[in-house]
């Protein structure tokens, strides 16, 4: 082989790959924790409201007032993570995994797939796309040989960077469908928006469809050659099996927790419950699909996957520290939503929107202001709950499609995701990785995704007419 040309080779191959771990170099440096941005949202939010000539008591009163208030939607965010957790830790999804990853024999060829089926499991749950996509990667680093960890790494991290708030667990789809997660405030601007004028508008799954081409195109073309990778091995990371252990029963009173007698019964209850309630819902079976009703399912599922209690509960704890980050910071977000819907702040951001976009150029500007602000506020739905006042309701003065206006939010308040940390922890604690190490590739799939998003989404609104709101 020719050494100057394998230098130019590789060169070529890392240039962009420089680029990225440059970046997530400086974010490890200079980012802080994402609680951080939190409490400065609120800090800001309160210079904000005095300079608006709102009284300090007020905005204090406001925001505590809030604290609260999210505390069901924090549950139903908890419980999309365990649920996704234990269906993705289930035997029978840990042998689906095995099967994927014995099919590809070429880098190129598994990071692609890594990148397809991250994506595909995001749509049905993202705790889901974590775990499952985390463990593919894994596996596969053990069966193709010159198989880029980082690259494989980014690849399994593209459902919550490229498409999973187009799916059944969108954060903000999800609570404008039920009206119990919903603050009130919100409800009385925009009322119920089902799913089917959100997720099931065919113009979202049109531009869920094009971005989950584009980013499996990008991880194929992207991946390093073997002679040029980095691999697990080069990380020290040995050969961890996927394999699902259960110790013995040693004592009496311990056999129902081994026993599947308990699981099956509830899950057939949970399930008798969940036909009934899609057999008989007046709005229709998918409209009927909320927060609540969703996350029943993945419990119901989890319990008959992991089929016996013991197991079940292994999978629940081996879950719950990554819910730590969702716990602590949604309230302070609460206490922002409350300052601005609560105050005149509402009020003069949904005038400003207005004022500055017409009824062609507004769904251009929301996509643009909601990837700028997911860099800040990693969180979908408590992001969504602090700029929907505004933004529905300078979307009603325009006479903009709110189900639409719900999902332009959806595809780009996802794109900062590509490079921000907050969502990686539980991947990055399955594949022993750091960010600094699939930053590069995440960064990559920014630049690309950017124009495609924003181009849809205003393409798309332009063809979608107006439905007042659903009181």
Request: with cysteine; net charge positive.
């Amino acid at each position: 082989m020719n050494v100057q040309t394998d230098k130019t080779s590789a060169t070529a191959e890392t240039g962009l790959v420089r680029v990225g771990l440059g970046l997530a170099s400086w974010s490890e440096k200079w980012f802080p924790d994402p609680l951080v941005f939190a409490l400065l949202g609120i800090v800001v939010v309160f210079i904000a409201g005095l300079a608006l000539h709102e009284s300090p008591a007020n905005l204090a009163i406001q925001g505590g007032k809030s604290f609260w208030v999210l505390v069901p939607f924090t549950m139903q965010m908890v419980m999309i993570i365990i649920g996704g957790y234990v269906v993705a830790s289930t035997p029978i999804v840990r042998w689906v995994i095995r099967a994927l990853a014995s099919v590809p024999t070429k880098p190129k060829t598994a990071v692609a797939l890594i990148a397809l089926f991250s994506m595909l499991t995001s749509l049905i749950s993202w705790g889901l796309s974590l775990i499952f996509s985390g463990l593919l990667a894994r596996e596969m680093s053990y069966r193709v040989k010159g198989m880029d960890y980082r690259a494989a790494g980014a690849a399994a991290y593209l459902g919550l960077g490229a498409v999973w708030a187009m799916g059944m667990s969108s954060s903000a789809a999800m609570l404008m469908a039920t009206k119990s997660a919903m603050p009130p405030t919100l409800f009385n601007i925009s009322g119920l928006i089902p799913l089917t004028q959100t997720l099931f508008l065919w113009q979202s799954i049109a531009t869920t469809f094009v971005l989950i081409v584009v980013s499996v195109l990008v991880a194929y073309c992207s991946t390093p050659s073997a002679e040029n990778a980095k691999t697990a091995e080069s990380y020290g990371i040995q050969r961890e099996p996927i394999a699902s252990t259960l110790g013995s029963r040693s004592k009496p009173g311990e056999w129902l927790e081994y026993s599947p007698l308990l699981t099956i019964l509830v899950a057939a209850l949970l399930c008798w419950y969940l036909i009934d309630m899609f057999r008989t819902s007046p709005v229709g079976a998918r409209a009927a699909l909320d927060l609540n009703n969703y996350n029943l399912i993945f419990i119901a599922i989890g319990l008959l996957l992991q089929w016996r209690p013991k197991r079940f509960m292994q999978a629940v704890n081996e879950s719950v520290p990554a819910t730590g980050g969702v716990l602590i910071q949604f309230p302070f977000y609460a206490v922002i939503f409350g300052m601005i819907s609560g105050t005149s702040i509402s009020a003069v951001l949904a005038r400003l929107f207005a004022s500055v976009s017409t009824h062609k150029t507004y769904s251009l500007l929301v996509a643009m202001y909601s990837a700028v602000l997911g860099i800040f506020v990693p969180s979908g739905g408590s992001k969504w709950v602090i700029e929907a006042p505004y933004i529905l309701q300078a979307a009603t003065l325009h006479q903009v499609h709110l189900g639409w206006v719900v999902q332009i939010y959806n595809a780009s308040e996802a794109l900062p995701n590509l490079v921000n940390p907050f969502w990686m922890l539980p991947l990055l604690s399955i594949l022993k990785l750091k960010a600094r190490d699939i930053v590069g590739y995440g960064t990559l799939q920014l630049i690309v995704h950017i124009p495609i998003v924003f181009f849809l989404c205003w393409l798309f609104a332009q063809y979608i007419p107006y439905v007042p709101p659903m009181k």
